[in-house]
């Protein structure tokens, strides 16, 4: 029977190494979910209706036009989620399940309470993953649960239809929870594969190139330290940049793909050694790595205030970017638990907002029926 209303909630996501590099062929990252999440309330209605209350969009109503979706409104904040359900619905129409209205509403604790800015912690692809579960589950007939994989990419595609670009790491974290090691799927194949008019049921069946997704056990040791710089970044433009770079010096990018292949290697084989220690320093090395790709492609990853916040966490262990750059948050690895509150101390004294975010264990998940 299908269920009248149900709740989905997708966790964010931090990067703690592989940044950029993610984004060529065969490059590893270690990505991370964190508990601060997406939150999706969705039930059957008389009519199509979305409500975003943080964003001051209430009761906005939508129709199905073919394959598409039209809002009564235009606004580009809703363009994520606009695609999340038109692939979704595609998605249940090639099944053969009959598409039924519904109301959803998102919340988020993905921005600061006070200035409701973004902390960077992949808004956009945990609102994707929310969406896609909550339409799916909605529409489930008593039929198997969808899986983790199947979420994950057709949530890929939603993105990637708005975005063009990214690693779907985020996406990777919001569906699979934990500490992720991530290899980016290849995205000539996945647009082809769409240009041409592909089946979704087919595409998400089928080996995806160079994709890799398992899940890393950290070091018990493992002291993990976030704040924010109160900076929100845009990880669009910065990864147009890259590409630009990427075009123009194929050299010094070469040279920056296979510094990070190096670090992020050590990191993983660390993690599964449990040597904290190396640990440390292979995300010092990463941080040396990003710095030399700012430095040749000028690009603004490490701004003033992270690289404030990077030098601070040196003191106590290493310290480094996490993303895209340009703003956002940094993350450090510190070597004693009693040191977190010094480091919190120098931090907010250099105006950046130390959060208390822990791993989500979990990916999305139905927590109320």
Same mark, same amino acid.
């Given at each position: ?136 589950? %909605?529409?489930?007939?008593?039929? @198997? ?5 199947? !979420?994950? +990419? =057709?949530?890929?595609?939603?993105? *990637? &239809? ?37 089946? %979704?049921?087919?595409?998400?069946? @089928? ?5 890799? !997704?398992? +899940? =890393?056990?950290?070091?018990?040791? *493992? &002291? ?146």
């Amino acid at each position: 029977m299908t269920q009248s209303s149900l709740t989905v909630k997708a966790p964010g996501k931090l990067m703690i190494a592989g940044e950029y590099s993610v984004l060529a062929p065969n490059q590893k990252s270690v990505v991370i979910a964190v508990n601060r999440y997406i939150t999706i309330n969705i039930e059957l209605n008389q009519k199509n209706i979305i409500s975003i209350p943080k964003m001051n969009l209430e009761n906005i109503t939508w129709q199905i036009k073919d394959e598409d979706i039209e809002f009564n409104v235009w606004d580009k904040r809703l363009e994520f989620i606009k695609n999340a359900i038109s692939t979704s619905i595609k998605f249940l129409r090639e099944n053969l399940v009959g598409i039924k209205s519904f109301k959803l509403q998102v919340e988020s604790e993905l921005e600061d309470p006070l200035t409701n800015k973004k902390y960077g912690l992949g808004s956009s692809g945990a609102i994707i993953v929310s969406v896609v579960s909550a339409i799916l589950l %909605l529409h489930n007939n008593d039929k @198997k649960l969808p899986s983790l994989d199947e !979420i994950f +990419k =057709l949530s890929v595609i939603a993105h *990637l &239809k708005v975005q063009k670009n990214g690693s779907g790491a985020d996406i990777a974290a919001a569906t699979y929870g934990g500490w992720i090691e991530y290899s980016a799927f290849d995205t000539d194949f996945l647009l082809n594969e769409l240009n041409i008019g592909g089946k %979704l049921k087919k595409i998400i069946y @089928k080996p995806w190139p160079n994709l890799i !997704i398992k +899940k =890393l056990m950290p070091p018990t040791s *493992l &002291k993990l330290a976030i704040a924010w710089t109160k900076n929100p970044a845009k990880t669009g433009p910065m990864v147009n940049k890259f590409q630009e770079f990427r075009n123009k010096n194929p050299k010094a990018y070469d040279e920056f793909l296979n510094e990070s292949s190096i670090c992020v290697k050590r990191l993983i084989n660390s993690f599964n050694t449990n040597n904290y220690e190396k640990i440390i320093e292979s995300i010092r090395q990463n941080r040396n790595a990003l710095q030399n790709l700012d430095y040749n492609a000028k690009m603004s990853i490490e701004t003033n205030k992270l690289r404030n916040l990077c030098n601070i966490a040196e003191k106590f262990g290493s310290g480094k970017s996490s993303g895209a750059g340009g703003g956002d948050c940094g993350i450090a690895f510190i070597r004693l638990e009693e040191q977190r509150y010094e480091l919190y101390k120098l931090w907010e004294a250099a105006d950046m907002m130390p959060l208390d975010l822990k791993v989500s264990k979990m990916g999305v998940s139905i927590w109320k029926f």
